[in-house]
């Protein structure tokens, strides 16, 4: 996406700046110093060269995930989609202890299984490319307390916006947070179902 297209999405999004209007405390906390913190991280500054190879909007979510890694602090993280190596250098640098498992469409449901067996997921990115609904369906059972999802892709296209808006009011999955690039579920029972429309 070009930067015309990103300051017409920025735009249109407008009032949905920094957690404006959020009644949340904990909600207006994650957008205000996770989602939209300007702070200029020290990892930024070490991931320059690496950062500078990939595209603006690529940069900005790879600094996004390595916020939210840094704010979970997974032991292990779960990413679907082909790999990328920014992506991974920056959630690790986040969470120094994580381990980072790749999945994609050859991944079986018996491997799948294996893994993740007697475990909850504390956190995950998957991008919406490949088999990623039946990915889902099949992980989300695995969805630990306070796991966050990361959903890259949302709006690409009529069919990943329906499956956002499915995600949106499926029960199992309790706060969403639509940053259009992205979508963020928590999973987390004592939370009020809600989904947030942020600007990012």
Not at 11 to 23: A, D, E, N, V
Not at 52 to 67: E, G, H, P, T, V
Request: charged share 25%; aromatic share 16%.
């Amino acid at each position: 996406m070009d930067r015309v297209n990103q300051w017409l999405v920025w735009l249109r999004r407008m009032k949905y700046s920094r957690g404006f209007g959020i009644q949340s405390p904990w909600a207006y906390r994650f957008v205000r110093y996770v989602i939209n913190e300007h702070y200029p991280y020290y990892a930024y500054g070490d991931m320059h060269d690496m950062l500078q190879d990939i595209s603006a909007l690529r940069r900005k979510l790879s600094r996004l995930y390595f916020r939210i890694a840094n704010y979970r602090q997974p032991d292990c993280i779960i990413d679907y989609s082909s790999p990328c190596a920014a992506y991974d250098a920056m959630m690790q640098r986040g969470c120094r202890k994580t381990f980072i498992r790749h999945y994609d469409d050859n991944t079986t449901h018996d491997e799948i299984e294996a893994h993740l067996s007697g475990k909850k997921i504390e956190m995950l990115r998957m991008s919406l490319e490949g088999s990623y609904q039946s990915f889902f369906d099949e992980v989300v059972s695995y969805a630990g307390n306070m796991c966050i999802f990361i959903l890259e892709g949302i709006s690409r296209s009529s069919e990943t916006r329906l499956f956002w808006k499915q995600v949106v009011e499926d029960t199992r999955c309790d706060v969403t947070f639509d940053l259009y690039y992205c979508g963020i579920i928590f999973f987390d029972k004592k939370l009020f179902k809600t989904n947030y429309i942020i600007n990012f």
